[in-house]
């Protein structure tokens, strides 16, 4: 069933991606500029996001380097691209980070990051991109989470809580901005090949390669789908899993990963 508004013509399209510099968001960036969308992107290394854009027309894409833990950051960015463009229509929130923690091994400081970067940054771009939208009474806002945040799992004291939250808040957000005209689009990707996932040290079932998640992004907009999960081989288990009462699922979860 289609529960928003499935998008049709890129090159209507004003995008800003926030966390585009490598891994998907990059792999993103390249597919909707070769569709035509206008593209944004922003992260906090400029010399990486100048790379992304640099085969396409200066005037089809622009580069605005951010820190989406710092509001102002944020804010300064969302201004500019407003006075440039004068406006968007569809802002992709990628912006994270990622890193296994366990109990003996734990970092405060570590954990404080993770859920700035992964959760408060997501409220620094609301807070910078929802009253335009809503004051526009058009476009959409994505949220890219991730099938950890399904259920509890093991080495996530920290990345799998901040990806339940988002999950959790795309569907607050999906009731409030209904009715404003905005659409809401969650998406919750299995293992993908990037520089953040390079470091795990367990094998990772039905990997997939960035721009193959970008595609599949592409395609849950244009059947205007509120959850984009992928690879479905992979995420259809992670759903069953998440179906089963605590009793049944904490024994299972810690056979299957002893």
Request: aromatic share 8%; glycine share 6%; charged share 15%.
């Amino acid at each position: 069933m289609s529960m928003n508004n499935a998008i049709r013509d890129w090159r209507a399209q004003r995008v800003w991606l926030l966390g585009a510099s490598t891994g998907i968001g990059a792999a993103l960036a390249t597919a909707l500029l070769t569709r035509g969308a206008r593209v944004a992107v922003s992260a906090r290394r400029a010399q990486l996001l100048e790379q992304v854009i640099a085969p396409f027309d200066a005037r089809q894409c622009c580069a605005l380097p951010l820190d989406v833990r710092d509001a102002d950051s944020v804010a300064r960015a969302e201004q500019a691209l407003s006075a440039s463009w004068g406006g968007y229509d569809l802002v992709v929130v990628l912006a994270g980070d990622y890193q296994s923690h366990i109990l003996a091994e734990f970092n405060l400081a570590s954990a404080r990051h993770i859920l700035d970067t992964n959760l408060g940054g997501v409220y620094n771009v609301l807070a910078a991109v929802v009253p335009r939208l809503r004051a526009a009474r058009a476009g959409g806002l994505v949220l890219v989470s991730s099938v950890a945040g399904y259920r509890g799992l093991p080495r996530s004291l920290v990345y799998g809580p901040s990806k339940a939250a988002l999950n959790n808040l795309a569907e607050a957000l999906y009731l409030e901005l209904k009715d404003d005209n905005v659409a809401v689009s969650l998406v919750n990707p299995g293992f993908v090949r990037t520089p953040l996932t390079a470091h795990n040290p367990f094998p990772m079932p039905a990997i997939i390669e960035a721009p193959a998640a970008a595609e599949a992004i592409i395609a849950g907009l244009e059947r205007g789908a509120f959850e984009i999960h992928f690879p479905r081989r992979f995420t259809w288990v992670m759903k069953a899993l998440a179906l089963l009462p605590a009793a049944l699922y904490l024994p299972l979860m810690r056979w299957l990963t002893r």
